[in-house]
């Protein structure tokens, strides 16, 4: 956008940032200074900081709410101590803003603090959701905000304007999204509008995101609304569901989302577990939050994974580290997998991920270099089904394919 303006009024468009409190407390340099695309520059008159919820000052690359000092900025609100107590926080004016400082002390925004969705404990941004969403070429214009979560309070939704001509489903959308955003903050749902709605100011404010927050929910309900499970696998990982969230299968429709029904991190890890034991496949945190986070999504991926051979239902399991080297293949062996009345389960559990060497003794002996780690009491203390996928892999695979070697 920047670049069209400049050819078009044959002048530099500068991003700069600023607020009645502060004048211009940031701004890029005219040509032929450094500028960097999507910051809006240098702190220029005032000092700028980030800092976190204790409002302790972060260091570069850290996402904080932006503070600023200096000549330029105001020291109190004319005759109203209780906004200036507010305001003010030894010394430094704080602006409301979300924002990063890199390395060469470009400041990047990333949103507003009252717009910050609380997922679980996680902060998002909807700033830095909304720049992703906006990223695909399909998306004239996005909004995100908030909805209920039974168990984590907020989850993250959407609400997208596509540009002229174009078309894009919201399974491709989260799938972009995924690609560039960490896990949990793509969105959960996301509604296709005509336009956003946007108040006297032109923005999309609070009352407006209330607005489309009641729109989307209102047209998930009804979307799914006797869309029950049609396959026997769609109706096998209903079920599934309704074990690990305690709810009645008849309630879980096809397209109906495991975090929205109140699924979280400890119940996902249980239900991995369970489709290993079924069907001998794994399911990761990534495809949770793609496609197979529905009933219908999951089944898919079930029934393409039972499609694939042996060999690549095992390579998704294990994380590909290092790709050569004459060493036998180390296995990563998380604690999850093993059942609490395993033989040496509690120290598994307890140490996390144990590293294994193996080939004929698969999963028998520790990597020595683990600092801490306890020795396994046996072989025996492995399920056999772990070790059968060990074997396989290091029958079929190059040396150290998947695992670390002290090489």
Known sequence: MAACLEEAFGAPVLERYGMSETCTLASNALPPAHRKAGSVGKAVFNEVAIVDDAQNVVGPDTVGEIVARGPGVVDHYLDDPAATAAAFVDGWFRTGDLGRLDTDGYLTLCGRIKDVINRGGE?????????????????????VFSIPHPTLGEEVAAAVV?????????????????????????????????SLPVNASNKTGRAEREGLRAHLLRDAASSTMHQQPRSAIERQVAALWSERLGVPVDSIGRDDDFFLLGGDSLQVYELFVRLRTRYG?????????DDASTV????????????????????????????????????????????????????????????????????????????????????????????????LLARSAPSALRGVSKR
């Open 123 to 143: 902060k998002i941004g909807t700033g830095e959701v909304e720049s992703v969403l906006l990223a695909h070429p399909a998306v004239g214009e996005a909004c």
């Open 162 to 194: 596509l540009a002229p001509n174009m078309r894009v489903t919201e399974r491709e959308l989260r799938s972009h999204a995924a690609r560039l955003l960490t896990g949990f903050k793509v969105p959960r749902r996301v509604a296709f509008v005509a």
């Open 281 to 289: 496949i794994a399911v990761g945190l990534a495809d949770l939050f």
């Open 296 to 391: 219908a999504g999951m089944a898919r991926l079930v029934e393409r994974s039972l499609r694939a051979p042996p060999t690549s239902r095992v390579a998704t399991r294990l994380v590909p580290i290092k790709e050569e080297g004459d060493w036998p293949p180390l296995f990563a062996v998380p604690g999850s997998v093993f059942s609490e009345t395993s033989a040496g389960a509690h120290e598994l559990l307890r140490d996390g991920a144990i590293l294994c060497r193996g080939a004929e003794d698969v999963l028998a002996e520790l990597f020595p270099a683990i600092e801490g780690a306890k020795p396994l009491p046996a072989a025996a203390a492995i399920p056999a089904a772990l070790s059968a996928d060990a074997r």
